[in-house]
């Protein structure tokens, strides 16, 4: 569970880092401030659907008496096939 929250927390701290980069390159110069805003309401979409994924796939392993490990190796078979 710890992984999935470091992994989320980067992906939304890279997304407001990299809005406000691209928005010191544009031409028309918006305000930082505005920009970091609009970057971080985009993040939270992205972090919404990998907790949904993540709690779905444990209480599936919960269900069928798996462990979170075997759900990971399962999901990566799957994702081979």
Do not use: C, H, R
Not at 23 to 45: A, N, R
Not at 62 to 72: L, N, P, Q, T, V
């Amino acid at each position: 569970m710890l992984d999935i929250i470091n992994f989320i927390a980067l992906s939304g701290i890279f997304n407001v880092l990299f809005f406000w980069y691209a928005s010191t390159k544009m031409s028309s110069k918006p305000d930082p401030v505005k920009t970091l805003v609009v970057s971080f309401v985009f993040s939270v979409p992205l972090s919404f659907l990998l907790i949904g994924v993540y709690t779905t796939m444990l209480i599936y392993a919960a269900k069928i008496g798996a462990s979170e490990d075997a759900m990971w190796e399962y999901m990566e078979q799957e994702e081979l096939q």
